[in-house]
């Protein structure tokens, strides 16, 4: 069988509509959460430019704990705090 070029293959992952991954709570996928030592986190913001949900945010300057509505849990803040200040946690140990 002869393979399709790819003009011939269906167009994937369109974005019909700026912004409408909020639409998507992809919290409910994740297995671990970040829970954040407010008493270590020195709110250098690391965490914030890691995150590839951006469901760290910013207030004041400050850093916000992590929307578990869009939160995948990946695990990149916690690797990339230089401080420690994030622990990743089993969902099932963490209250609801
Ligand atoms: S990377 Fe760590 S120390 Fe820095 S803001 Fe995030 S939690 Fe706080
Ligand atoms: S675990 Fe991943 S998705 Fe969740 S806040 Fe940390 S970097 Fe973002």
Known sequence: MKKKSYKEIPTG?????PGNSLSYETG????????RD???????????VFCPENCI?????????A??????GCGLCASECPFKAITMKLEEECEL
């Open 38 to 48: 407010k008493s270590k986190c020195t709110n250098c913001l690391l965490c914030f």
């Open 13 to 17: 992952g369109t974005i019909t509509s």
């Open 67 to 72: 929307d578990l509505n869009y939160c995948k």
């Open 28 to 35: 409910s996928w994740k297995s671990y959460r970040p829970v």
């Open 57 to 65: 945010k910013v207030k004041e300057g400050k850093v916000q704990d």
